[in-house]
């Protein structure tokens, strides 16, 4: 048996207008080379300058993860070459990053864990190189788009961690609206490092890198497959490469590059970019900006009674938990309110494959009409009615109930007619229970409901039926 150790660089790509050293725009487009400056293209005689709403969302973030924030903004430069750096080298921070040491809360199952975050920092992305058989080209688009990179202590131990707390990842990036983070536009990415070591063991395994992983499920069967692959050299009593190793189509690992020592990128502070001196007062107003979190949210709503299952879908999206929490605030009992959401509106959204902000039915006229189903004025069945045909023709519900009088019929000499026409016209029924079938009771209240469009009360309607059943015995 093998311990399985694992730690992430995860790249965000951060939302702002333009590039984090150039004026170019920041935008995704299947068009490429049409977003680029002579900065983006490292052309003689450029000089780069700070874009300040990335450096407000870096900071926001490592405020998010719970990080220690420097005293001052610093770059640094960080020397290689590739295709895809046109200058030579990349604007990074190794000197003073974002944060340091921070920490994320987050849910695997129902289980709470925690990843230790070892920093973060800001850079620019590089250009993005398309391969043919005998050619291959670069596209600028991307080069020197603000991106963030969160790199986690070696701290999580299965795939099933490693994709939870990706996705709680995720969720912090929409939740604090520092990137759209989608990953088929190449907006997060991560690097997995995995190694295994023996139970007893007190110092790690050999280190594996697998680079560029930009969906969720290649980066768990990477390490699903990586923890096969490790596992069979060790069984055999051999010593497993230290490299670096992509994911391919088929969900298997393939080397790379053998990775002996670490690469001297002989790192220096960024001559051309000044350093910018962070206020404590800069600090608590970029804190103010930032929500409650999708953890916080869970933990609130299981504090007030709500199923695992039930908080864990309302407080994944922040639209959608915003939503709900105006919800809660406009009815009086709130104990049927997760029924509605869940059933009624994240139901429709997924049928209709809209947003909670494209939904017609708001906050406000969801909870009008639960009010009125708790208050018997709707039964449960009209209510939902009403609301889909509200969603259809787009009209408030509260006016359509006003419209067409909808509300629960709750007087017995009003719902008795139905109620005997309900058994007339049902003798079988009706010879099952005098012969002590009496659960065929509930048969004859959904013909009730039905005779009435759903406005019967259907517990006064049971009472009624049971009433004029048992005199007929």
């Given amino acids: 048996m093998y311990k399985v150790v694992i730690g992430l660089e995860v790249h965000c790509e951060l939302k702002t207008e333009s590039k984090n050293f150039s004026s170019s725009t920041n935008t995704y487009s299947s068009m490429p080379n049409i977003h680029v400056a002579p900065v983006d293209l490292g052309l003689p005689g450029i000089l780069p300058v700070v874009n300040k709403e990335a450096c407000h969302k870096a900071l926001k973030m490592a405020l998010t993860l719970n990080c220690s924030i420097p005293d001052d903004i610093i770059f640094d430069r960080k020397n290689y070459y590739y295709p895809d750096l046109p200058k030579g080298y990349q604007i990074t921070q190794v000197t003073k990053p ?25 850079e620019e992305d590089t250009a993005s190189l398309e391969h043919f058989s005998n050619y291959s080209l670069i596209d600028y688009n991307r080069s020197g788009v603000p991106l963030i990179e969160i790199v986690t202590e070696p701290c999580i131990y299965s795939a099933d961690e490693a994709i939870a707390f990706l996705e709680y990842l995720r969720g912090m990036f929409l939740f604090t609206e520092v990137s ?46 990586e923890i ?52 404590d007062d800069y600090v608590l107003e970029v804190k103010k900006e930032i929500p409650e979190l999708q953890y916080d949210r869970l933990k609130r709503y299981l504090s007030n ?45 997924n049928k209709l494959e809209i947003s909670i902000d494209e939904m017609y039915i708001r906050p406000s006229m969801l909870a009008g009409i639960i009010n009125l189903v708790n208050q018997d004025e709707l039964s449960l069945a009209l209510g939902k009615k009403i609301l889909y045909e509200s969603m ?32 007339s016209e049902n003798e079988e029924q009706v010879k099952e229970y005098l012969s002590g079938k009496e659960y065929v009771a509930n048969f004859f209240v ?11 009360d259907p517990k006064l309607a049971l009472k009624l039926i049971k009433e004029c059943l048992e005199r007929m015995k």
């Fill in 305 to 349: 009674g709500i199923s695992f299952y039930d908080a864990s879908i309302l407080a994944k999206d922040k639209d959608i938990s915003d939503y709900y929490d105006e919800v809660v605030s406009l009815v009086s009992d709130k104990e049927s309110i997760n029924n509605w959401m869940i059933t009624v509106i994240l139901g429709s959204l």
């Fill in 228 to 279: 096969k692959r490790q596992s069979e050299i060790l069984d055999k009593g051999e010593k497993v490469k230290q490299e670096t190793r992509r994911i391919d189509e088929d969900g298997k690992t393939y080397s790379m590059r053998e990775k002996v020592d670490a690469v001297d990128y002989k790192y220096f502070i960024e001559p051309n970019l000044a350093p910018v001196k962070i206020s």
């Fill in 446 to 456: 959904g013909k009730v409901m039905a005779l009435t469009n759903k406005q019967a």
């Fill in 98 to 122: 974002f944060g340091k040491n921070g920490i994320v809360r987050f849910f695997v199952g129902e289980e709470e864990k925690e990843v230790m975050i070892h920093q973060i920092h800001l």
């Fill in 392 to 423: 259809e023709i787009k009209k408030d519900p509260l006016e359509i109930v006003k419209e067409f009088n909808l509300k629960q019929i709750t007087s017995e000499d009003v719902l008795i007619s139905y109620v005997e026409k309900a058994i």
């Fill in 180 to 225: 759209e983070a989608k990953s088929d536009k190449g907006q997060m990415r991560c690097d997995v490092n995995i190694s295994l070591m023996n139970v007893n063991a007190t110092t790690l395994g050999t280190k594996v890198e697998m680079k560029n992983i930009n969906a969720f499920n290649s980066v768990r069967a990477s390490i699903e497959y």
